[in-house]
C-alpha cells in the first residue's frame, strides 16, 4: 500500500484539484477494497483532521470572515442566529450529514441523482424531525449495505440506482464536465447559507460576499469527499462546524446577559 501523503503534499493535491477538478484518482494510502463501504470508512486520522479544520478556522478567521463581517455592517445585514440559543446539535450532527448528502454524496456516484437527491433535500428543508432523521438514517444504511445485500435483492437495488453503474459513456460526459459539478455544488452549498442573514439593503454583487467562508470550507470538503469518501467530509464538516459553536457558548457563558 503506498504511504498516506503529508498534510503539506494533501494541501499541494488540493489546490491542483482546484486548477483541474476530476473525479480520479483517489489520495495515496487509502484502502480500497469495497468501494461502497470505503467511501463511508476511509476516514482521516485525528491529527489529519484536526490541522485540515485549524487551516480553514484560521483562513475563514483571517481573511473571509473579517470581509464578509464588513460587508455586513456596511449594507446593515443582520445575522439571524440567536446567540443565547445555539442549535448546537443541529450544527454539529445534522447539518453536516445532510448537507453532505445534498451537496457532495452525488459527485462521485451520480447515477444515484434521481432518487438520493430528492429525498436529502426535502429531509433537509424539513429539518431535524422523526420523519426526516429516519429517512435520512434509512439512506445512509441502504448506501452502506448494498455491497452485502446487492446480490440477493439484485432487482431493488437496481429500481434506485444502487444496482450498476451509469453507462460508460454518460459516465464519460459527466467526468469530462465534472469541474462544473464540483464548482456548482460548492456555490449552491455556499448560497443556501445566505438564509442565515436577514437584509435592508444590499446590492446583488455583494451577497457572494457574505458566503466567503462557506465557499472556502465547501471547496475543501467537496475536494475531500473526491479524494477520501463522504464519510471523511462529513468528520470534518462537523469538526469545523463544532469550533465557532463552542466559541459562541463559551461567550456567552462567561459575558453577563445582554452583553453580547
Known amino acids: 500500500m503506498s504511504q498516506t501523503p503529508t498534510f503539506r503534499q494533501e494541501l499541494r493535491d488540493f489546490f491542483c484539484f482546484l486548477r483541474a477538478p476530476k473525479l480520479n484518482p483517489r489520495l495515496a494510502g487509502q484502502d480500497l477494497g469495497h468501494a461502497w463501504h470505503t467511501d463511508w470508512t476511509n ?5 489529519r483532521i484536526m490541522q485540515w479544520a485549524l487551516l480553514l ?3 475563514n478567521l483571517t481573511v473571509f470572515g473579517p470581509l464578509a463581517a464588513n460587508v455586513a ?3 446593515g445585514t443582520q445575522h439571524r442566529l440567536d446567540l443565547s440559543n445555539i442549535p448546537w446539535k443541529q450544527a454539529v450532527l445534522w447539518a453536516p450529514v445532510i448537507e453532505e448528502l445534498v451537496f457532495r454524496y452525488v459527485l462521485r456516484r451520480p447515477s444515484q441523482f434521481l432518487w438520493l437527491l430528492p429525498v436529502s433535500i426535502w429531509c433537509m428543508f424539513s429539518g431535524p424531525e422523526v420523519l426526516s432523521v429516519s429517512l435520512v438514517a434509512a439512506m445512509i444504511l441502504l448506501l452502506y ?5 446487492g446480490a ?9 440506482g444502487l444496482g450498476k453503474a451509469w453507462p460508460k459513456q454518460w459516465y464519460k460526459t459527466y467526468a469530462r464536465y ?3 459539478a464540483f464548482y456548482g455544488s460548492t456555490l449552491l452549498f455556499a448560497a443556501l447559507h445566505l438564509y442565515n442573514f436577514t437584509f435592508e439593503q444590499i446590492s446583488f454583487w455583494m451577497l457572494p460576499l457574505l458566503i ?8 475543501v470538503l ?5 479524494r477520501r469518501g463522504i464519510g471523511a467530509s462529513i468528520v470534518l464538516h462537523a469538526v469545523f462546524n463544532a469550533g465557532p459553536v463552542l466559541v459562541i457558548m463559551a461567550i456567552v457563558r462567561l459575558l453577563p446577559e445582554g452583553q453580547y
Open 57 to 59: 478556522w484560521l483562513v
Open 43 to 47: 476516514g482521516l486520522g485525528v491529527k
Open 222 to 226: 467537496g475536494w475531500l469527499r473526491i
Open 152 to 160: 440477493g435483492h439484485k432487482s431493488l437495488f437496481s429500481a434506485i
Open 178 to 180: 465534472f469541474g462544473w
Open 212 to 219: 466567503l467562508p462557506q465557499f472556502m470550507t465547501g471547496l
Open 145 to 149: 449495505v448494498r455491497p452485502v445485500y
Open 73 to 75: 455592517t456596511s449594507t
